[in-house]
């Protein structure tokens, strides 16, 4: 596995007002064929520090949260890597009836 740049993630859950440990997330590459890149699942403080097996590549690629909420059982989020540089931090704030993400640093 490369030290290099990754994707990583970080689940919060704001209806317990604290970091979602255990919930699984697959990473896949989205450029033309499908193909999973990394999975995982997040740690004590809701976080994967490190998602993607390989190297860091341009292109697109889809975190999947596998949330197995009453509501929600899951979740995609689609993004684009163009600068292979630096890292790529998607994190997941979710609530019974509500979920957000954003660019994070």
Not at 40 to 53: A, C, Q, Y
Not at 70 to 86: E, S
Request: aromatic share 10%.
């Amino acid at each position: 596995m490369s030290e290099g740049p990754t994707i990583s993630t970080h689940v919060l859950d704001v209806e317990y007002g604290r970091p979602a440990a255990g919930v699984a997330v697959y990473l896949w590459r989205v450029d033309g064929e499908e193909r999973r890149v990394g999975a995982g699942t997040t740690d004590e403080d809701g976080r994967i520090r490190r998602l993607l097996d390989t190297e860091l590549q341009a292109g697109d690629y889809e975190l999947r949260f596998d949330l197995a909420g009453q509501f929600f059982l899951g979740l995609a989020v689609a993004i684009r890597v163009t600068d292979t540089g630096r890292s790529y931090h998607v994190p997941l704030i979710v609530a019974p009836y509500s979920l957000s993400t954003y660019r994070g640093s």
